[in-house]
């Protein structure tokens, strides 16, 4: 019996060891209808601020709309480096209002009809920055490291039918506390990584398994 229960604690030891090697996956998505018949020509749509960013923008803190820029042009040149074309944020902001599409949340259908309308776009990429904090120190040594997170959802056009979406929600684990997580980052985990980077990873991450999806 005595055995019995060792072997039974070891068997558990065992896979929580393994359960903290094997690393969660870079992002969490979802297909919800066939998604590769529309990855001809994407428009992504001006990125949302999550709550907390929203207010840091409305205090004038400028790092909120500079996170919302940059995750916009991370995802778009993501899109193009697979060979998709891509209609960037700017130009689909400026068809927004001149259709007079505006405030906090844009309908699907509507975005998608007029990037449609103004771009010829088969899909419309609509994102939302949910948390962006920059590394405190240097790729060295950081006392806090960077952590990101962020949503993105794509919709067909002119439909605005929902076809996939993805979340990435990470702040940056070292490599002595998660060897098999870190050694996916950029360097390989031997570094810490700006917010930008991190973003790019996670922008990365989601596009690839945009075009692999179904």
Known sequence: MAWKSVTAALALLVGTLLACLRPPPVIEHHSYAPA???LTKIAVAPFYLGERLRRSAAEGVAAAEDARAMME???AEEIAARVIEVVPAGDVKI???REDITGLRVKPRSGAAVVFESFGATAMLLGEVQRFRERAGTKRGATHPASVAFVVTLYAAPSGKR????????TQASFSEAPGRARRYPGGGRRWLTAHELARFG??????ALVSSP
Not at 163 to 170: G, K, P, T, Y
Not at 203 to 208: K, S
């Open 36 to 38: 590769k018949p529309l």
């Open 73 to 75: 042009r991370v995802i």
């Open 95 to 97: 068809a927004f209002v």
């Open 163 to 170: 076809l996939w979406s993805a979340r990435f929600d990470e």
């Open 203 to 208: 922008a990365g991450a989601a596009v690839e």
